[in-house]
Structure formats: C-alpha cells, structure tokens
C-alpha cells in the first residue's frame, strides 16, 4: 500500500477523467486506506466520494444514493464484517431490488487475490477485481474500463441483476487456459439470459483483466 496519502496523490499525474458528476463509494475499513483512495479518486476529478467502514451500512447506502462505482474490500472486521464480508456484500446488492442504482459496477478490492476469490467473485456478481497494493494506475486503469466497456447485464431466477456469471466463467477460464499453456475452449452459450426486452441499453460493464495465476499470486491489471 502507499506509504501516505501525500504520496498517493503526487504519484498520479494525468488529465482528470469526466467523473465529477459521478459518485463513487469505497468500502473499506482500513483508515489509510480509505485516505489513499480519497485522495487518488479526487486527482481523477471525482468530487462525490462516499466511505464507508461498516460493511452492514452499504446496501442502506445503495438504497438511497445512485452510485455509479463501488469498490468494496474483501475482507471487513467491523460490525457485519467478516473475512468475506465484500462478497456477501456483492451478492446482497446483486439481488436487492430497491438498490437505486443496480446497474452499478462493484470492484472487490483484496491483499488476498487467489485463484479461489477470483472465481468467487465472478459468481458473486463482481464486475472487476484489484488486488492490494493498490496503484494510480491499476485503479484509473479499472475505473476507465468499468467507464468504457459495453457489455449487457443478465437476470437471473433468483432477483439477481448483474454480470452474466455463466460469460464471466467462461472469460475466466480462458484466462486460466492461456496462463496455464492450454489452449482455450471454444465459446458456448450462456445460461442467464439478457435484460428483459425495455429495460434500456447495454450498461458499462467490464471484462475480468486480470491475469490468472496460481492460488498464492496476486491478481492485477
């Protein structure tokens, strides 16, 4: 992690992206890391930063603000934290239907990216995945992904609105096949099926660029 905030800041020196009138919350119970992320998402242009340290305040959060990028540690020790405390958060907003926002990307932030959170993150209804020590550039890198990138969401029996898990496995075993020396499968269709027929167009929704390696490596951009 960055040893300071200050150093957080003066590490980034770039054209702010169009995020001022975008909100973005970071959830995370760690005080310096909260700082860093504060001072990184300003020198982005962002001017509508919410943090929140207790996982159990979130979804109340979502309930009523529209936020349009969420970043949410995996693991919490407050009141409702747990070591998956950011997973079961995802999944709870993945299937709340009074979220104002359900199209809003999620980012699992974790010092613990192994090949196990990975794919459990994908089935959560993660959008992206960074790992810890964060950077300027792997976070710009993701927020302009999360921004850039079109790709439709899919529902699921059980209220779930969120990434198409069934395109997300598949993405991620491509990746673990590459990584591994395999050859990739072919595509098949996917099992959640698109957003009913009026309920807008495509959201901004990434892909899973993350290179996969083995249980104790880290995950980045």
Known sequence: M????????AAMNTVPEDFADRRVVVVDDNRNFQQVMRVMLRSFGFRRIDVIAEADHFLGHLEHHHVDFAFVDLVMTGTGGSRQAGLS???AVRRSPVVVNRAMPMVLVTGHASRGVIVASVEAGADHVLAKPVSPHTVLGCLKALKGSERSYGRGADG????DIAEARQRLERRLRLSEGRR????HATSLPAPAAGSGRPYPVPGFNVPVRDESSHFLD
Not at 2 to 9: C, D, L
Not at 160 to 163: N, Q, S
């Open 160 to 163: 779930y609105f969120g990434p």
């Open 2 to 9: 960055f040893r300071s905030a200050r150093h957080a800041g």
């Open 89 to 91: 958060l995802i999944r």
């Open 184 to 187: 990739p499968e072919a595509p």
